[in-house]
């Protein structure tokens, strides 16, 4: 594991060698969702190393306070843009050029903005469990911030949903309010696709979260939705989420 600018990342290699492009497929950046991590959305289903096994190198960072990586100073951090542009100096410090890219709920979210973010360099992008929406917008920031503090539980009940599923992980929860803080004030108001290649967006076939996709997916010329099984915890787990990946990384 490497520790770039207080960022944890883990790279997956098929062979002896480095992460950068060296004439044959490029890396595979995968990007974990809210309250998870690398290892487990990527690394413990099989995914990074299903990846390594066609040959492609591998780079699984953890979000700011998530996993091994640092907690975030203050919601600033934690805006969409900014983490892509965090994220995409982790990239350039270790050398990657051209990638693709596969992410899952916020790391889907993330995904849309690197197009904009590292023109001509994104390839093929996998998009799984987005919300066409910004989860985070009906969310009462101060309420969450006092009920993590311990001043309370929020009135909303949406808010004290937020705030139970962060207090879930102990000292870090103060860190994921203020992620929550930061994508809420860079809500996600998706426009044209930036990418060059169309991407593939897949959903569990029990995920509330993902419901409405289509009003994305439609105007994107030549993109593809497909639908595995599970809910928003459990799809990027399951080996059909894995099959799609590797079929739509290898066309």
């Known amino acids: 594991m490497r520790e770039i600018d207080g960022l944890a990342v883990r790279i997956i290699t098929p062979a002896e060698g480095d992460v950068r492009t060296t004439g044959g497929e490029p890396p595979v950046v995968l990007l974990h969702g809210f309250v998870s991590d690398g290892v487990t959305d990527w690394i413990a289903p099989g995914t990074a190393a299903a990846l390594a096994a066609t040959g492609r190198t591998v780079v699984v960072p953890d979000l700011p306070g998530h996993g091994a990586s ?34 899952y709920s916020l790391g889907a979210r993330l995904a849309w903005e690197f197009p904009a973010v590292a023109p001509g360099r994104v390839g093929r992008v996998v998009l799984g469990g987005l919300s066409p929406r910004e989860p985070f917008a009906a969310v009462d920031v101060e309420a969450l911030h006092r009920a993590v503090a311990g001043g309370g539980e929020p009135e909303d009940p ?4 937020v ?16 992620c929550v803080e930061g994508l809420r004030n860079t809500p996600f108001a998706p426009g044209g696709w930036a990418g060059r290649v169309a991407p593939v967006v897949v959903v569990g076939a029990d ?21 595995v099984p599970g809910d928003h915890l459990g799809a990027v787990a399951g080996a059909e989420f894995r099959r799609v990946v590797l079929k739509a990384l290898a066309r």
């Open 70 to 103: 640092a907690d975030p100073v203050d919601a600033a951090e934690m805006g969409a843009g900014a983490l892509a542009d965090r994220l995409l100096a982790a990239l350039d410090a270790l050398g990657v050029g051209e990638f693709d890219l596969v992410g």
């Open 158 to 161: 949406f808010t004290g949903m």
């Open 163 to 178: 705030a139970g599923l962060v207090r879930s992980r102990g000292d870090r929860a103060p860190a994921l309010a203020r």
């Open 207 to 227: 995920d509330v979260m993902t419901r409405g996709i289509e009003s994305i997916v439609a105007p994107l010329d030549g993109a593809e939705l497909v639908t």
